[in-house]
């Protein structure tokens, strides 16, 4: 986790996952649009005989912002907001060779 500030104010907070090689940790395309959960998550949903969603962005009322790609950085306003978003939306690990 990596914290930036400017003065004394938070900017935001960084999740480096690095996936390499095939592995895959991406979104379900399940997640894509308004959910029971507060936020608002859109991406581009990608398909070779499974659906899944790399770069996203989602948006809570209450939360603020997430976005990024599960198999690089993933960046939130909040680590309040990061951990609410991966309670209700984690990603899904698997391997890229099985498509």
Same mark, same amino acid.
């Not at 999740?15 to 379900?28: M, Q, R, S, V, Y």
């Not at 959910?35 to 948006?59: Q, T």
């Not at 209450?62 to 609410?84: I, L, M, Q, S």
């Given at each position: 986790? &990596?914290?930036?500030?400017?003065?004394?104010?938070?900017?935001?907070?960084?999740?480096?996952?690095?996936?390499?090689?095939? /592995?895959?940790?991406?979104?379900?395309?399940?997640?894509?649009?308004?959910?029971?959960?507060?936020?608002?998550?859109?991406?581009?949903?990608?398909?070779?005989?499974?659906?899944? &969603?790399? /770069?996203?962005?989602?948006?809570?009322?209450?939360?603020?912002? &997430?976005?990024?790609?599960?198999? /690089?950085? &993933?960046?939130?306003?909040?680590?309040?907001?990061?951990?609410?978003?991966?309670?209700?939306?984690?990603?899904?690990?698997? /391997?890229?060779?099985?498509?």
């Amino acid at each position: 986790m &990596v914290i930036l500030w400017l003065g004394s104010m938070l900017i935001m907070i960084t999740k480096e996952f690095n996936i390499t090689g095939h /592995d895959a940790n991406t979104l379900p395309q399940e997640c894509i649009g308004k959910n029971e959960s507060g936020w608002e998550i859109s991406g581009e949903i990608h398909e070779d005989y499974y659906y899944w &969603v790399n /770069d996203f962005e989602a948006i809570h009322p209450k939360y603020g912002k &997430v976005w990024g790609n599960f198999e /690089d950085k &993933v960046f939130a306003d909040t680590e309040e907001g990061y951990n609410h978003f991966i309670e209700n939306h984690p990603p899904e690990s698997w /391997d890229y060779w099985d498509i």
